[in-house]
């Protein structure tokens, strides 16, 4: 259910005006009229002034503000303050302040600082949101509900009494008996066999490393008892106001670790996404395409909104470069193309206190007189060009495998090497993928792949035998596999699939792995083959042995020379592609050969600076570079100034045209 106002995409971001004197909320207003703002979050962390003390409301000062809005034709999103408990709380009952894996009590000062399974705090959060709901359940601003602020970040994991408590009692539910815990935990090994459930612990701070199967269940039940928090919130909402809906917004899809958003999706009316650049990365668009990517996934396809991201710089990198002439137009329009129906700040006015005061905002420190609100006004005017994209969907032949419990076990302790990583993996082929103009869809291991050309699986270390089945029969009726090393290597619990490595994947991929061979660090070893013959690859090296897969690229140097680095199994319609390490050079000319084998078509020869997506009947050209770049075969009208196009259009640098399909006159 997405929010029926405003019409169009959705302009504008998190506001705070309780931190400004009243007339600066004129001026706001005005402002917003100015650019075109037609939504904005309010009351994000304001429940020491809705109850300054425990049961009295007031929500008076609120009113005004909501009032206003509403007369200059701005919607609210109205927000539950619960990512701030307000200081009267933690005073009365310090048990909710949460508690590190180290052991320390945080304290109050920062935000997040309650632990989502401490009764004082649930029951607050109950009372607190009903009392909001009900005061607002009539009021025609208020368009849609957005509760608590980015679960999982900073507060992941919490370790103190209600916690344990709490976790004994997910154990008991998960697994009736404790033998059955036992044994999922491999508990006789180094002798933590467990009699009852009051002996089990959090897996707190040990002197060695804790069991990697206790730690992976703590990790699902933390980000369940986040998701219970939320929900408690949701049902009150959806009793008092049945048509609201419903969100709270994820803290980045690619970069919140501790949320497994295919859980956290299924819970919302609408998924919303915030995502921040990293600042010094020279292609961060690439990140942002890919957070972009994930939310739409999580999202079912379905139109999601960008509740967060910034204007220009944020203030909390080591280094906070502000955003160039014409960056935050194309960041804002990359969502918009790959399926976002709104473009939100955090925040509308820069703060001048607090911790976030270098954060950048919609109005900066220096004003309007700035190129920075002349940009925002500017952008305004380029989404109500584009309100007609509202509610279309982007298609994707090529999808990428993304699990968290996954992401989670990969990175626990003790595994071969400290250079594999999740989103190493991941990043290398997303922008290998990005830079071929191919939009990506992530799909969970458990997902419906049929309606894709080409799955890839990069560091799928945790596979369900289920999952495994479901790649095996996708290839089977047709499908390009693409696996990358050190997948399907263990089931749920963290415990090694029978027989030789990969134990879920040997008969799909047609091949067995007789000994990791990790390389030193910065160690790089040759590659046979390739359009240059000069490809190397670093991190991993393998023993493979073909059982019915075909090599196609070997080993040329290092502990597998003469060995297999890339095969292919053909098995029934498709083929299963294996990769055993991981390309410094190579990798795109490599996925090009599984796409063209695949039949995915794309732009040949075009520059990987300008990003290409189609949504619905329009075509989203970027260009991120610093020359201007021509496209071939573009048919339509362009949506910021009207021309007509029929064959090539030339975006200049760090543009970005916008060609819907138009009939012929
Ligand atoms: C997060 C939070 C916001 C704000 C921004 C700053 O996304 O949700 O409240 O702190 O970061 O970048």
Redesign the pocket.
Known sequence: MYPERPAGIAFGG?YNPEQWPREVLEEDVALMREAGVNLVSLG??AWALMEPSEGRYEFGWLDEIVDRLHEAGVAVNLATPTAAPPAWLVARHPDVLPVTREGTRIGFGGRQSACSSAPAFLEATARLVRALGEHYRDHPAVVMWHVH??YG?PLGECYCEHSVAAWREWLQLKYCDISALNDAWGATFWGQTYGDWPEIDAPRLNNTVVNPAQRLDYARFSDGEHRAHYALQRDILRELTPGIPVTT?F??TVNCKSADLWRWARELDVVAN?H?LKAERPDNHIDLAMSADLARSVAGGAPWMLM?H?AGA???QPRNLAKRPGEMRRNSLAHVARGSDSVLF??FRASRFGA?KF?SGLVPHAGTDSEQWREVVRLGADLRGLAEVRGSRVRAEVAIVWDWESYWALELDWRPSVDLTFRERVDAFYEALWREHITVDFVHPSADFSGYRVVVAPSSYLLAEASAKNLHRYVEAGGNLLVSYFSGIVDEHDTVHPGAHPGALRELLGLSIEEFHPLREHETVALTGGGTGADTARIWSERVRPAGAVPVRNFAAGPDAGHPAFTRHDLGAGTAWYLATAPVTGLRELLAGVLDHAGVTRPRGLSDALELVRRGAHTFLINHGDDPVTVEGVTGTSVFDGVRHDGPVTVPPGAVVVVVETPRP
């Open positions: 998190d994000m962390f602020n980015e970040a917004n803290a980045g915030d921040y967060e910034s944020v203030n909390w955090f925040q976030e954060h």
